[in-house]
């Protein structure tokens, strides 16, 4: 490498799509580069919302708009609030059509960007995953969703926390009757580094007749107050198209089967 002069000795391994670099000799360029950032490269933090669940029944089929909103206050005591809305559907056989998309600011002029549709045909165990930006469906195997491990209510892990449980009887969310439970998990100081006590609620409205949370509120000192609505509901059987590839998609097969 030396007829490449002092200052370009720099060796580059390939190490399939990433690459290692050693430098060799002196990089003025870099090193005044360092000197103004102060530091070396560094990653980020970031928080991840994750929305209500879908369940994949029969025979109750719907139409919605479903409404996520998430505020944090911040240790100044200043409030950070987004938000965002995202279209799901599902008909009689239990196919599920939804959209995934950014949380914004609150009342902010940003509109949630849609990053990915979703459908899901539990009976022939398919579930596709389109990319509006690389126009590409990307075929998977359904996978239902986990059952959820439900603590009894009373001291759980020896007293390392307590859960209770109360009605809140009968509500109506659009036009459709839900059932609610608060739900208040008590975390002992020290279990999970925490210097006191930490309380954590939950509240769920359920709608026995389609199978579903319409409205879940999550109060978690960690992360703020995450609140879910199912808006907008229809309970006419939907549109075929929306269980449709869009056009103009290519359509990758990712599963086990297509790997043999």
């Known amino acids: 490498m030396k007829h490449l002069g002092p200052l370009l000795q720099t060796a580059v391994l390939a ?6 670099v050693v430098h060799l000799g002196a990089q003025p360029a870099v090193a005044q580069q360092q000197e103004t950032a102060g530091h070396a490269p560094d990653a980020d933090s970031y928080d991840r919302i994750m929305n209500i669940t879908i369940p994949a029944v029969q025979h109750a089929p719907f139409t919605s708009v479903v409404t996520a909103e998430w505020s944090k ?5 200043s409030t950070v609030t987004r938000q965002n809305h995202r279209v799901v559907v599902r008909d009689g056989a239990g196919r599920i ?6 949380v ?11 990053t990915r549709t979703e459908i899901s045909d539990p009976a022939k165990h398919t ?3 389109c990319r509006p930006d690389e126009k590409v ?5 359904y996978e239902s969703p986990p059952a959820e491990d439900t603590e009894p209510s009373g001291s759980v892990g020896g007293g390392k926390m307590v859960v209770t449980r109360e009605g809140l009887g009968k509500s109506n969310i659009s036009g459709v009757e839900v059932v609610g439970t608060k739900e208040t998990r008590t975390i002992a100081a020290g279990v999970i580094g925490n210097d006191r006590p930490l309380t954590i609620t939950k509240e769920f409205w359920y709608s026995p007749q389609l199978g579903l949370n319409l409205m879940v509120k999550r ?3 960690r992360v703020g107050t995450q609140v879910f609505t199912v808006t907008e509901v229809g309970l ?3 549109d075929p198209k929306y269980f449709d590839l869009p056009a103009g998609f290519a359509v990758k097969d990712m599963r086990e089967s297509a790997k043999r």
Do not use: I, N, W
Not at 15 to 20: A, Q, R, T
Not at 73 to 77: A, H, P, V, Y
Not at 97 to 102: K, L, P, S, V
Not at 137 to 141: A, K, P, S
């Open 15 to 20: 190490f399939g799509s990433s690459f290692l």
């Open 73 to 77: 206050t911040l240790e100044d005591g």
């Open 97 to 102: 059509f939804q959209e995934r998309r950014t």
């Open 104 to 114: 914004v600011p609150k009342d902010g002029s940003a509109e949630p960007m849609l």
């Open 127 to 129: 579930k596709y995953f």
């Open 137 to 141: 469906c990307y075929l998977r195997d």
């Open 219 to 221: 109060m978690d000192p």
């Open 236 to 238: 006419a059987e939907p």
